[in-house]
């Protein structure tokens, strides 16, 4: 059930306030919100500020709070609730998700819940929950991937199944599953996600949801290092070199009227343009999936790939953008067809031939080829479609070149153990001509790359 906001407009003297975190002053309120806090939440604001004044603080700086829009208003909860209890004589709750900020913030939650970081948490199952909770240990799970890409919360239970309650009547949260602000996270009422992973609580800023960072504590690392590849690009390195104009905390926040310095994240896949209305579902302008084995093309892949376009003409002309999405699109397709198709193609023949068992990474051919396309292919596929070269290049085709050539192929031979079936696969897909320089360089060739280096370089 979503929680009721009560805006009660009654005015109160301030003198109780603690002189270390007095509230905002009053604002003129727009759309209609009162400006005043409610009688529930200046008490809380009241207690906080002693016992958590860093979050009061944060609070009381934010929009949020020239809104009248305070604790109570977030945290109420409906007795029923899971995690719901009665806190110095109010019903409260610990986890506010998307359904409770739902209650204003309707648009962009509707938004939110059809995207894909709302489903971040489908992930508990693949291969990489696999890796974390049985080959790491569940730890790592718990905080490393679930701490992205959120848990599943769940309130600890008893042998008969009632809720477990410490002495104050709170219901005890299985930390392992709290604290968590997973972007994908799956609350107790049976809401996804956590507004608070881009927003920050309690400051809830637009900024932050703005800043690159902030997508950056995610979309890092090995195998999925957009913000490095970010930051590489011109995009980055423009934005790092103009931050300050960049009007990050503005309401209005369209490219090219409120600002022109540099894109970030948000620019290109949530904001507004001219043309284009922000929107909370980080998947709508974008047209390939670059995260399986073998990337492929999204439903409705036209109409996202001309709403990103829009973005794009907004700084470069449209004969640019056209070529550099051939550039993409070509360079995707070599990924799929020289390396990620032909690698699946074998692991698909070892395993029907139970050369391998149907068990993850219990083989070696199996974190090779886990490598192949999780790492060194997401690499070189993001690197291109963000314009980081050297993610492109040495971070990604000449990783998935060795790892290719000289990993997944001579393993797969030693396990086919002459099997004629699997030696025919390998030997047809060598045989094709993007894998024909193994065969060699004519000797005229070889002399003029030696030529050529000798020039150069004097060696």
């Not at 809401?191 to 949801?209: T, V």
């Not at 995610?218 to 290092?225: A, F, N």
Request: hydrophobic content about 35%.
């Amino acid at each position: 059930m979503a929680r009721i906001v009560h805006l009660t407009l009654v005015l109160l003297c301030l003198t109780a306030m603690p002189a270390a975190a007095k509230p905002p002053p009053k604002k003129p309120a727009p759309r209609g919100h009162a400006v005043e806090m409610s009688t529930e939440s200046r008490a809380c604001y009241k207690c906080h500020s002693e016992k958590t004044p860093v979050i009061a603080q944060q609070w009381a700086d934010s929009k949020h709070a020239t809104l009248g829009v305070g604790c109570f208003e977030c945290h109420h909860a409906e007795a029923a609730e899971a995690d719901a209890f009665v806190h110095y004589g109010q019903t409260i709750a610990t986890i506010v998700t998307p359904k409770d900020c739902g209650v204003c913030h309707v648009s962009e939650t509707a938004e939110f819940t059809n995207s894909h970081h709302a489903q971040a948490a489908q992930f508990i199952g693949s291969l990489d929950n696999v890796l974390g909770e049985m080959a790491e240990g569940p730890l790592a799970a718990a905080n490393g991937c679930w701490q992205c890409h959120g848990s599943t919360v769940r309130v600890l239970t008893g042998a008969d199944g009632a809720p477990l309650k410490d002495e104050s009547g709170k219901p005890k949260i299985d930390p392992l599953t709290w604290p968590n602000s997973g972007i994908g996270r799956v609350n107790l009422d049976g809401s996804r996600g956590s507004c608070s992973a881009c927003h920050s609580r309690h400051i809830f800023s637009r900024a932050l949801g703005r800043y690159p960072d902030t997508c950056g504590k995610c979309h890092m690392g090995p195998d999925h290092p957009q913000i490095e590849i970010y930051n590489e690009s011109k995009h980055g390195i423009a934005f790092r070199g103009r931050e300050a104009e960049m009007h990050l905390d503005k309401e209005s926040w369209v490219v090219g009227k409120d600002y022109s310095a540099a894109p970030t994240c948000a620019t290109c896949h949530m904001s507004a343009t001219a043309t284009q209305p922000v929107t909370h579902d980080v998947g709508a302008r974008i047209s390939w999936t670059l995260r399986p084995v073998i990337s492929k093309k999204l439903e409705n892949w036209e109409s996202r790939r001309g709403k990103m376009q829009e973005v794009c003409t907004n700084c470069h002309g449209p004969d640019f953008v056209k070529a550099f999405y051939v550039q993409f699109d070509k360079t995707v397709e070599l990924y799929n067809e020289k390396f990620a198709k032909p690698a699946q193609q074998i692991m698909d023949v070892l395993r029907t031939k139970r050369k391998i068992t149907p068990d993850p990474f219990d083989d070696k051919i199996e974190w090779t080829f886990y490598l192949l396309w999780h790492h060194e292919g997401r690499r070189a596929r993001m690197g291109v479609s963000m314009q980081g070269p050297d993610y492109t290049q040495w971070h990604g085709f000449f990783e998935v070149a060795h790892r290719f050539y000289f990993e997944l192929i001579p393993q797969a031979q030693e396990l086919a153990g002459g099997d004629p079936d699997i030696t025919k696969v390998i030997d047809d897909i060598l045989a094709q001509p993007d894998h024909a320089w193994r065969k060699g360089l004519k000797p005229e060739e070889r002399q003029k790359i030696l030529d050529f280096y000798k020039q150069r370089y004097g060696q």
